[in-house]
């Protein structure tokens, strides 16, 4: 996160959070993680070690692939209060400091409260589905793009998933702003 944070700082930009259902198949009580070549259940494989320690994450491997939907659409409710960057800290510290199941509604409830959301309000519309349609739309704008992983990124006409180091941001947006600039230059002459 503090990579994106500093990309807002050096560029001046807005950027935008949206769900990305990894594993849409997860059944709603999560399954066991099977972990990556190279990592335990103390020590991240390459090269998420290397990103996580430069951008200052503290990352654990979880032991569960969590059902994710619940936690997506909380991440909707949180965006139209206004709590987006509080909630999603939030849920990512849980599964990825703290082993917990970001599909526990229990777990979810702990971080919007935290986050200043309204409990109440937002258990009424994980329960009726509110935000349901919005996350499966989002999630299918993705799939048509190429996005198959998290986190994706779409930089102007530039699209790329995956954890990355802070100089391929820095890389993307410096060709976005020359491109930028030489079209409106040719747009003036």
């Given at each position: ?70 936690a997506l659409e909380a991440t909707e409710y949180a965006k ?110």
């Open positions: 996160m503090s990579r994106l944070d500093k990309l807002q700082e050096e560029f001046d930009i807005d950027i935008q959070g949206r769900p990305y259902l990894l594993r849409p198949g997860t059944p709603k009580e999560g399954k066991p993680r099977e972990p990556r070549s190279g990592e335990s259940p103390d020590h991240l494989s390459e090269p998420l070690k290397g990103y996580a320690e430069e951008a200052g994450l503290i990352m654990r491997p979880p032991t569960k692939t969590p059902y994710t939907m619940y139209e209060q206004g709590c987006f960057e509080a909630f999603h800290r939030l849920m990512y510290r849980a599964v990825w400091e703290h082993g917990k199941d970001i599909g526990d509604l229990d777990v979810i409830r702990e971080a919007a409260e935290e986050a200043g959301l309204n409990w109440p309000e937002l258990e009424g519309k994980l329960k009726s589905r509110s935000y349901e349609a919005v996350v499966m739309d989002q999630y299918r704008q993705a799939m048509d793009i190429g996005i198959e992983g998290v986190p994706g990124f779409v930089i102007g006409n530039y699209m790329f998933t995956g954890a990355q180091p802070y100089h391929v941001f820095q890389d993307v947006m410096n060709k976005v702003l020359d491109e930028s600039l030489n079209s409106t230059q040719e747009g003036e002459g």
